[in-house]
């Protein structure tokens, strides 16, 4: 924490920037955690998306507790899509190896490259569906619990949900995931 806070200049900035440090990076560890699915890894995100967020806090210092919220949601889950991004090239090579060494494994890859693709897809949807789909189906929130998470009405996330549900869908169905 410290190293956050010496990035900051006035006492009030630093007292404001360890309030919100304290109320939200349990909150951003676990997300950041149901992406990546590792404890250090999120503990990575999570540091990388507070590092961000001192690094540019002169410019977010006037937002209300909701839009802090919600930025640090959007910087911890780009932290971690770029850390998940970068392990996956590096493991890449690593599957390759043991498909060459051990082709009968074909069965346990195929179930996790369904996943991975379902978890990409998910990510390439417009923000306002895939940030719904992932806060609903990798971090187990409620539709009421994401409602107010992002300022908007239950239903209003619920017909996030349907769309977003819709397209994931048609898309699953265009590379032969889904019929």
């Known amino acids: 924490m410290l190293i956050y806070i010496s990035m900051l200049g006035e006492a009030d900035d630093k007292q404001r920037f360890e309030v919100i440090y304290q109320s939200n990076r349990d909150f951003m560890y676990h997300y950041a955690y149901k992406i990546l699915g590792d404890v250090s890894s999120a503990e990575d995100a999570v540091h990388d998306a507070f590092l961000s967020f001192a690094k540019y806090y002169e410019r977010y210092r006037h937002l209300d507790s909701m839009q802090t919220r919600n930025f640090l ?10 850390i998940y991004h970068h392990r996956k090239r590096e493991t890449a090579v690593d599957e390759i190896q043991k498909d060459e060494i051990m082709p009968d494994i074909a069965a346990d890859t195929e179930q996790k490259d369904v996943k991975r693709i379902v978890f990409d897809m998910i990510k390439s949807l417009d923000s306002k569906y895939g940030d719904v789909l992932m806060l609903k189906y990798y971090c187990d929130m409620s539709v009421n619990e994401i409602a107010e998470q992002l300022g908007l009405t239950p239903q209003n996330i619920k017909v996030r949900l349907h769309r977003g549900r819709t397209l994931l869908k048609s898309r699953l169905e265009g590379v032969g995931i889904c019929e």
Do not use: H
Not at 73 to 82: E, P, S, Y
């Open 73 to 82: 949601m959007i910087t911890v889950r780009n932290a971690a899509f770029k």
